[in-house]
Structure formats: structure tokens, C-alpha cells
């Protein structure tokens, strides 16, 4: 293409879009390919990927319907839609019924079209997942946006929540909230839970509870904001964090009754867009969704191995003067590495990219900077998925312990060595440069 094609080009894209980058997750596990390729050590700690495979049962599931291949309903299949509705009505009391259920190829597209068709300002809290933003950003949204700070656990409180809507009571706003959270690791607890529900309520916000990692809460005590705000929430999940199938794109939202008009306009634009859901993925989707003793041991069994993980990756951060929260569920820590920052500008280091960046080049240790996830360029916070290990070995290793016992100490090193080598530079590379 000639630079006068390229200018004509520009000149025609959407406003919304352009300055838009690929998804720095996408990107980095790109990035981390092509070092790979280049034959370089690197340890992928980019990417939020699952390091475990699908649950067995899941899998057999999908061999039995690939001959699936009618277009199914643009809401769901039908016996879908009442699994997931049961599986909710088991974990949080309310009764759901199908008719509350959408399904959609992963969360992230049911979030983009609740965003196109619910006209409001997106309230997000920062650090938040990277393409919440980006999304409010293509449709022409307003984002308002609520720092939080590691002293209270990278969560907004909900004085600050109150604070913001109070300064406009009637303004509509789509508030997000996850938890356990992406980029943070922690959760939010029932207190907090209810008095945040009492706020949406007095200023009647719409919540989309993004809980993708709810199930693996690390005592499997995930609760949902909807058991105390039922009316105006809409819980988001999936198969692809809980259950290893990232790659399937299958999501979930379910609405309360009151809100099934936004559950019905977002299935008119769906029905132009993407039609329908993969059927053979939907019929397996079934069997995740029922629950039983399997999936109820590869839930436990993965809980157990990304807590032990997480706890000593993070004990090890916070060893060398790090502040970091421990993680509460999930696969992720958000470090910062602010009381370092004398040392690091004085190696040409002024921003989280530049962070990242260096640490890349340094040591092959691939993670996120902070700016992805909303937070200041010049705070030395980062991102890192815990995820680069194979987690097929490591389920077998620990579905032969005891399931009330924990894993044994040296696990980690049997398992999950590349994890901790990677945070031991990170440790050294901060600490000394090299």
C-alpha cells in the first residue's frame, strides 16, 4: 500500500479506533513466540491462559457432539442456558431460570454489546483488565475511571464508589467489577460485597460482575455481588479460566428479570453479528456446568496447586521490599516496584513500560506494565500471569495427595521450577540489575 492509499485509509477510520493497539495480552504472547523462535530463553508470564487442560469430562463431551453443526439459537442452547442458570441458582440461592441466561463466544463479547446497547457511562476501577477500556472506548463511551491502591487491596471501597455517583444521582453507569480480580489476584469480601450492593441500589447502577475466576477462589469461596444486589446485576463467567478452555470462546451472562429488556436488545444485535454460539462447544459446556465429583476434584485439585504457587511467588516478591497483595484466587500478582524507583531511573528506567521492556530483554521474563491496566506510567507497577508450567503434570502429581492434605514442599520445584526461577530473576533483576 502507497503512503497516499495509507493517508486515504486514516483518513476514513473510525475516530473510536484509531490510537487502538492489539490487546497488550495477545501482544505479548506474540512478542514471547517470536524470542521463543529466535531461540531465547523466555518465561511467558504475559498471557492469562490457564496452564491446565480442559477437565477430562468436558473433553469426552465434546468428542461425542463434534458432529454437532446446526446453527443453535442466537440466545443458547437451550439446555445450556437452564445449566448454567442451575449452577448459579446452586452457588448463590437466587432463582434463575434459562430465560435469564445468554450465551455468547467468550464474556468478551457479551461485554462489548451489553456496552453498545446500554447507553451509560462505564465506571472501572483501576487496575482493571486490559480491554474493558478499549471496548467503552470503540463504541464512544464515557469512562469514568476509580483508582485504587495497594494499602486496601487494589479494590474500590464503597465510599469512593458513592462519592462518584453522588455527584450525579440520576446519570446512568455500567459498573464493573472482578473478583478475584484481573490484575490484582485479590476478592472482595461479603462485607464489603453488601455495602457496595447498597450503593448501586441507592443510585440503581447496572453491575456486570466479571466472575471468570470465581471458581478458582482459592478455598472455593467465591460469592457473588448478585446474592445481595440481585435486581441490577449481571453476572459474567465461562469456560475459559475455571475450566482451561480458553480457546473454546464460550461466555455467560445471566440477568436478573428486571433487566431481561438489555438481555433481549443485546440478542437482536448478536443475531446480526455473530449469529450463534459453536454448537459442539455449547453441548460440552453442558457437562461443565452439571458439576459432579469429577469436576468438583479437578476444581480442587487446581485451587490447591495455584494457591501454593501464588503464595510463594508472592512471599518471594515481598522478601526483597516489594508491596504486593497475596493473592485471594486466580492466576495473577500486580507487584509494585515503587521503592525501587531511585535505582531503576538511574538505569534509564522512568515508566512501567520501560520496566517491562528492559526486564524482557534482560532476563526473557515476559509480564505486563501497569499503564495496560489503567494505572499511571511513572508507577512501577506490573503484571504477571503465574501460568508457565504444565499444568496436565502438576493436576496428576496432586490428584495422587490426599485431597484434604496439602501439597508437599517440594512440589513447586518438581512442577512448577520454571515459575520460580522466573521470579528469582525478576527478584535479582531489580534488586541488582542483573
Not at 446512568?172 to 489476584?185: A, C
Request: glycine content about 8%.
Amino acid at each position: 500500500m502507497s503512503d497516499s492509499d495509507s493517508d486515504f485509509h486514516n483518513i476514513h477510520l473510525n475516530l473510536n479506533v484509531r490510537g487502538l493497539s492489539q490487546s497488550a495480552t495477545l501482544a505479548i504472547n506474540e512478542r514471547s513466540r517470536e524470542l521463543h523462535k529466535e531461540g531465547k530463553e523466555v518465561f511467558r508470564l504475559g498471557l492469562g491462559q490457564s496452564p491446565f487442560p480442559v477437565a477430562a469430562p468436558v473433553v469426552e463431551e465434546l468428542k461425542t457432539n463434534a458432529h454437532q453443526k446446526d446453527y443453535l439459537p442466537v440466545k443458547g442452547l437451550a439446555q445450556l442456558r437452564e445449566a448454567v442458570a442451575s449452577y448459579h441458582r446452586r452457588q448463590e440461592g437466587i432463582e434463575y431460570t434459562r430465560d435469564d441466561v445468554l450465551i455468547g463466544p467468550g464474556s468478551k463479547e457479551l461485554m462489548f454489546l451489553v456496552q453498545l446497547v446500554y447507553y451509560g457511562d462505564l465506571v472501572i476501577p483501576t487496575p482493571s483488565w486490559v480491554s474493558y477500556a478499549p471496548q467503552a472506548t470503540i463504541i464512544g463511551r464515557h469512562i469514568r475511571w476509580v483508582p485504587t491502591d495497594y494499602q486496601k487491596g487494589w479494590r474500590i471501597s464503597p465510599a469512593e464508589l458513592d462519592a462518584l455517583c453522588r455527584k450525579d444521582p440520576s446519570r446512568p453507569r455500567l459498573v464493573i467489577l472482578n473478583y478475584p480480580n484481573n490484575p490484582s489476584g485479590t476478592t472482595y469480601p461479603p462485607e464489603e460485597l453488601k455495602e457496595l450492593a447498597e450503593v448501586a441500589r441507592r443510585y440503581k447502577l447496572i453491575l456486570l460482575s466479571d466472575e471468570i475466576y470465581g471458581e478458582v477462589h482459592f478455598e472455593g469461596q467465591h460469592e457473588s455481588i448478585a446474592r445481595y444486589y440481585p435486581e441490577g446485576t449481571i453476572i459474567s463467567s465461562g469456560l475459559s479460566k475455571w475450566c482451561g478452555a480458553g480457546g473454546w470462546r464460550l461466555g455467560t451472562f445471566t440477568f436478573p428479570k428486571s433487566l431481561r429488556w438489555l438481555l433481549d436488545a443485546v440478542s437482536v444485535v448478536a443475531s446480526e453479528t455473530y449469529t450463534s454460539t459453536s454448537a459442539p462447544i455449547q453441548h460440552a459446556a453442558i457437562r461443565a456446568y452439571e458439576g459432579g465429583i469429577e469436576i468438583e476434584r479437578y476444581l480442587w485439585n487446581s485451587r490447591k496447586i495455584l494457591k501454593k504457587l501464588g503464595t510463594e511467588l508472592a512471599t518471594r516478591l515481598q522478601s526483597i521490599g516489594t508491596d504486593i497483595c497475596m493473592p485471594d484466587g486466580g492466576f495473577y500478582l500486580f507487584p509494585s516496584f515503587d521503592k525501587f524507583k531511585p535505582e531503576l531511573q538511574a538505569r534509564g528506567i522512568r515508566t512501567n513500560i520501560d520496566l517491562c521492556e528492559q526486564l524482557l530483554q534482560d532476563t526473557g521474563v515476559a509480564i505486563l506494565p501497569g499503564s495496560e491496566f489503567g494505572r499511571p506510567a511513572d508507577e512501577m507497577t506490573c503484571r504477571l500471569a503465574f501460568v508457565d508450567f504444565d499444568g496436565a503434570r502438576a493436576l496428576v502429581s496432586a490428584e495422587t495427595q490426599p485431597l484434604e492434605q496439602p501439597l508437599p514442599d517440594d512440589f513447586l520445584d518438581t512442577h512448577c521450577s520454571k515459575m520460580v526461577t522466573a521470579i528469582d530473576k525478576l527478584c535479582d533483576w531489580v534488586r541488582n540489575g542483573d
